[in-house]
C-alpha cells in the first residue's frame, strides 16, 4: 500500500519544478554569477523508468538554468519549458496538448510560482522543505527535501501502485 493518499492508478503523468524540488534550494555559483544546478543520479533514473512505462513528465521552471535542458534531454524528458513565471497556463496548455484531466496528474512544487499549478491538479505534492504555503496544499510531502531524491520517491510509490515499478531483471532493459 502507498504512503501517498491518492488513487495512484490515475496518475498518468507528473510535472515538476527544478529550484527546491529536482535542485536543492542552496547551489552552487559560478566565477560568472550563474547559479549551477545540481542533479539527483537516482530522480533521473526514476524519470527514465517512468518515460519507458508510458508516464509523461514534465518540467515547468521559472529559470533558464545552463545544462539543465540538455539533462532532461538526456534521460528523454522533452517536455521542458523554462522562464516560466505564471506556470499554471503552461501546465494546462501541455495537459490540453496531452489529452490529461487534472485528477491524472502530479505536479511537485515547493514555493509562491508553484501554488496555482498545485491547487489545479489531482496530486499536489512538494518537497520535506518546501515552503509553508506549499505544504498547505500538498496532499502528499515527501520525505526527501529538495534536490535528494524528490522525483525518485514521487515516481517510485507511482509506479509501484500502477504494478511497473521494474524489478531486478528488468532495472536496466
Known amino acids: 500500500m502507498s504512503k501517498i493518499p491518492y488513487p495512484l492508478d490515475k496518475i498518468k503523468a507528473i510535472v515538476f519544478d527544478v529550484d527546491g524540488v529536482l535542485s536543492p534550494e542552496s547551489i552552487p555559483v559560478g566565477d560568472d554569477g550563474i547559479p549551477r544546478r545540481m542533479a539527483n543520479l537516482k530522480d533521473g533514473y526514476s524519470m527514465v523508468q517512468a518515460l519507458n512505462h508510458g508516464l509523461k513528465i514534465a ?39 496531452n489529452g490529461l484531466q487534472p485528477d491524472e ?8 510560482p508553484d501554488i496555482a499549478p498545485m491547487r489545479y491538479v489531482g496530486l499536489p505534492v512538494t518537497p520535506a522543505d518546501g515552503s509553508r504555503d506549499t ?27 500502477q504494478g511497473i515499478w521494474p524489478g531486478d531483471a528488468q532495472a536496466f532493459g
Open 59 to 97: 518540467i515547468i521552471t521559472g529559470a533558464v538554468a545552463p545544462g539543465v535542458r540538455e539533462r532532461m534531454e538526456k534521460i528523454g524528458v522533452t517536455d521542458f519549458f523554462a522562464g516560466k513565471m505564471d506556470k499554471l497556463p503552461v501546465l494546462k496548455e501541455w495537459m490540453e496538448k
Open 135 to 161: 505544504k498547505f496544499i500538498a496532499k502528499y510531502i515527501t520525505d526527501a527535501t529538495g534536490g535528494h531524491g524528490v522525483a525518485r520517491e514521487i515516481i517510485e510509490e507511482i509506479m509501484r501502485a
Open 105 to 112: 496528474v502530479a505536479y511537485a512544487g515547493d514555493d509562491v
